[in-house]
């Protein structure tokens, strides 16, 4: 009996770490020729999953551009919990990976600390940056607000009902600059047609707004986005990940609304949401993480920031794909000018 | 000997004790002094308050936007709450004391929305109406673990057997396309797991503890596990048709109630009908008393033959059925597609809501709708760019919880022999 049950817990507790383990070890799909260098990047992912259709994922396709194009190794790892990040920081560092690319703000810290332990090490992180920089590590931040007042001022010319709305995941700068990009372009939108339309979600001056305190809880997103609707915005911007997903659900259900993705394309990568997805923000970490593995591959590597910016291309908005019929065209010349006037510094988002 | 300490337990419950009722008649004094210091005395004289009183999208039930004076208000209600407060130090409620603190706390929340809903609006139908949908899962997972701890076993794993479902009532609803099927595939999965879990502690008389987080951890690693591997690479299998919003006929129409209660998907109505089946199954049936007994003292049960292991397995397996109702929620009612971990704890806040409804159905659905109405009350307050953090907002329910469990509102009653194994002599 005893020794029954002892057999049937241990099969349990192999299974779910064999299920772990397999989970978070997979090699990419595809081919996977061992480059001739043996240039290995590694990529510790947040809570958020390797396919979280967001910056965890976009980070990945740029190790996955790599792949092709210079035969280089990818692998990941997915956090589960915070606990992971320096346990698969220290799992990397023994399988002697040549870049290790972490994701996300919250995992700043442990790879700060495994830098300063391994200064022989190269690391890149993805959305976060230090100040003062760290010799051994890239950071990949991104001037978001740039995309961001871009998306407010076609939402402020697109809007009905006069008032549009956002939410975040977490009040951390990474998710904010998108907001306060968001209620920038609004407010260029109202001097340049003396209208007076109103962002509900998030106040520039005091930092505060909405948000739903998750990067999972989609069932809280589709609550916000009710919450917003309810109080008259017809256009909704989630910056919460995988959450803004129910705030998609919730719109759909509702039918006289429309969304504005963040991070990537949300047309392309939920195309079941495609018609009421009127741009997204995206940020082109693909573009920025494949730089620092250049640098790796042609031995260039220095430590400091990579910033991605309109201008180089690092953000941008998505094409309006199935909505373009609500965008007029005056609109979309205002808003060539504005990303045109915000590159060349005519108009200043400080 | 278990029946006179309950009887005498009761009897605490009741009877307000001297400390109990100087301490609840001071906190309402102080209520009332917060909303009239705080809220009423920082409201100018002319802002009105607006609330809506249809929730958005919805054309039956209609009715007309409610304006108040703000600050009038705020003196009203403050008034009210004092003499609530008065009453309680001089005479005292007695055995209505707690439904005084309830109504005192009612009117601090409203009290709070009109002042930081002056001069603006807010819509209050669209806040409950969330309120009830968030509410879902959360009951839903107190119904699952009182099923289970009231025949004595510890149910710790809804929120791994919510988490299975989710994701196997959206493949079977994608694969099949048919939404019943997935909703029935969801409850297959989740039973699936209650009866490991049954086979575990009731056969193998493993801690349930212990048996009960194995179970959480193989469903959030197997969830993942395939999430990853088919749910991303083939979208298909993630796009499950969802039940869509059903108004009840004439029920719909009733204001501001229909479009909250009547004006609902199918999820808001299993609900009630379990909270239904369950408060008179278990109180009102000769079962109902045979499945409890096994969960207070399972050794006179068996003397007075009950069969326990196979009462002890009905209930696991109920409590299964019910988290896969709960689970499929997430899928099939809320979001239309799976993502790992989108269960979001629920589970475990639902058993802090069954704990906090003292292991009753009707308590627990009370509980439920008191944590979605802090998390939906908590946007609409961010959203009206109040001076709360959001973050105090979030973790008001759990506060609240903890100052329940503390005894400020009475002892709870756990089932007496839960968590044992029984062993037969």
Redesign the interface.
Known sequence: MRKKLVLIVSLLLVASIALAACQTTTPPVGEQPPAEDGIKVCQITDTGGIDDKSFNATAWKGIQDAVELHGVEGKFLESEEVADYEKFLNAFLEEDCDLIVTVGFLIGDATKAAAEANPDAKYSIVDYNYDPAIANVVGQIFDTDEAGALAGYLAAGVTKTGIVGTFGGLPIPTVTIFMDGFVKGVELYNQAKGTEVKVLGWDVETQTGLFSNSFDDQQKGNELAKSLMDEGADIIMPVAGPVGLGAAAAIKERGNAYLIGVDSDWALTSPDYADIILTSVMKLMDATTLQVIESVIDGTFVGGDVIGTLANGGVAIAPYHELESLVPAELTAEIEQLKADIISGAVSLD | MTTSTNTIEHKVIHDVSPTRKLAIGISEVLIALLIFVVFALNVSGELTTRF?MT???INQGTMPDIVMPSQLTLFSLAGIVLAIGIFQLVKGFGKQTNLMVGIAGLFLMLAFLVWQAAGT???LA??L??AV??AV?ITLGAFSGILAERCGIVNISIEGMMLMASMTATIAGSLSKNIWVGLLGGIASSVLLAL?LG??SIK???NQT??GT??N??S???T??I???FL??I?HLN?PT?FP?VPLPLLADIPLIGPILFNQNIFVYLMFIILIVLQVALFQTRWGLRFRSVGEHPKAADTLGIDVIKTRYIGVILSGVVAGIGGAF?TLG????F????T?G?GFIGLAAMIFGNWMPLGSLGAGLLFGFA??IG??L??L?SVI???FM?MAPYLITMIVLAGFIGKGQAPAAEGEPYEKE
């Open positions: 809506v929730p958005g999208g609006s807010v819509n669209g806040m109406s969330s949908l968030l899962p490991i086979v575990l193998f008389k493993v212990i048996s194995v179970i951890i193989f959030a690693g197997m993942g596990f999430s990853q591997k991303q690479m979208p796009q969802m919003r997430f809320s979001v239309g597609r993502d790992e971990g989108m979001a629920k998390d939906s946007s609409k961010s959203l760019r953090p959001p973050q979030a």
